[in-house]
């Protein structure tokens, strides 16, 4: 885990990197760990049981924009 952690922190200061390329290369992987993240948190709360509603409102947005991006993606594991 900590290998990964060292990982985020390098990504997390190119984003800051005065070079545009560098940057936005940077907030590109950065924008992919956080879909792969909340799909992985998103699983974990449906599998304890959380809402749609209660997911949404820690990341604030509404239930049914939580429930149309994850719900299908879920359906399709069972």
Do not use: F
Request: charged content about 20%.
């Amino acid at each position: 885990m900590s290998e990964a952690v060292s990982q985020g922190s390098q990504i997390v200061k190119a984003a800051a990197d005065p070079d545009p390329a560098t940057g936005l290369a940077a907030v590109a992987a950065l924008r992919g760990l956080v879909e792969v993240l909340e799909e992985l948190q998103v699983d974990n709360a449906r599998s304890q049981g959380w809402s749609w509603r209660d997911i949404a409102g820690l990341l604030g947005v509404s239930k049914q924009a939580m429930h149309y991006k994850h719900a299908g993606r879920l359906r399709g594991r069972c």
